[in-house]
């Protein structure tokens, strides 16, 4: 199923000369700010950047979270970067003392071992870190659940992922360059389902209307005070990571664990889920494609 634009896959970038180009940073790029930033705080506690090995997923043409962990002097062990747009090595790397390695222009579903040689613990292409932010949505269902499935091969045990992805809105609708935006309820079974338990996860903007009426009255309290002075474009990033479930985009901080118990898990088998499950058609229809996928996958790692 395409998008609006036509496509099955959107190779989509956004920038921030894209994201100025109204004269004002839009939420989506504070959003994107913010979640980098997330990560550089999670490295940057008990100094784990120092032995951080990180696979970014749809690290972007920029590589901002690179440039960002780079300059905050919190430069993890080892970075790979996959896109699927190709693009050469930002300049500012090439006098750099820390070199990030790229794979461009490559699907990731076909990679089988990272392209180039380097000594990680735990073996060869394994990584304790991966990011996937802004991605999922701009692939098909099958691609979507083909990424969460491959992903784990190149991960050591206890190794956190995040992933971030817009939480669909049957009565506001997909983005136009968006092929597969999922529900909040959707996204977060779908995690479970495919074997990453979820340790955290937070909304990175919301719309004032969808959570004001979930406010407690300190809360309401402060929302009008810093509306005073921030308009609600700030404010849709500020409140947005109390109320994940309210918000138009997520952020979830996870474990690849294989099989989650009934205990660990804290969504409903994704068959039992009722109503649109996201804006694309097929998710009805693949639902049992993400249960043989999963019990395949755990095979593997059995």
């Not at 700010?33 to 032995?51: D, G, S």
């Amino acid at each position: 199923m395409a998008n609006a634009r036509g496509k099955a896959i959107d190779n989509t970038d956004l920038s921030i000369e894209q994201a100025e180009a109204r004269g004002f940073i839009h939420r989506d790029y504070i959003a994107h700010c913010l979640r980098w930033t997330h990560v550089a705080k999670y490295l940057h506690l008990q100094r784990r950047f120092e032995v951080a090995d990180v696979i970014d997923i749809g690290c972007g043409k920029d590589m901002p979270l690179a440039r960002m962990l780079m300059t905050s002097r919190i430069a993890p062990r080892s970075y790979l970067g996959i896109e699927y747009n190709k693009f050469e090595m930002p300049e500012m790397f090439a006098k750099t003392k820390f070199k990030p390695n790229i794979a461009t222009g490559i699907d990731f579903t076909d990679m089988k071992e990272i392209p180039y040689e380097q000594n990680l613990p735990g073996g060869l292409s394994k990584f304790n870190y991966s990011t996937c932010f802004e991605v999922l949505e701009h692939v098909e269902p099958a691609k979507c659940i083909a990424i969460l499935d491959h992903l784990p091969n190149f991960l050591r045990p206890c190794s956190i992922s995040w992933f971030s992805t817009p939480c669909y809105d049957e009565k506001v609708g997909a983005a136009k360059n968006h092929v597969n935006e999922m529900t909040y309820e959707c996204f977060g079974s779908l995690l479970e389902e495919m074997g990453y338990k979820i340790l955290n996860h937070w909304g990175t903007f919301a719309s004032i209307k969808d959570y004001k009426d979930h406010l407690t009255t300190p809360q309401e309290e402060m929302f009008k005070e810093l509306r005073a002075y921030y308009d609600s474009n700030y404010l849709a990033t500020i409140f947005a990571p109390l109320f994940p479930q309210h918000s138009r985009n997520c952020l979830w901080e996870t474990e690849y664990v294989g099989k989650l118990t009934l205990e660990e898990r804290k969504f409903p088998n994704i068959k039992s889920l009722e109503g649109v499950l996201g804006s694309s058609e097929y998710w009805r229809e693949i639902t049992k494609c993400v249960e043989c996928v999963a019990e395949s996958q755990r095979s593997m790692n059995e």
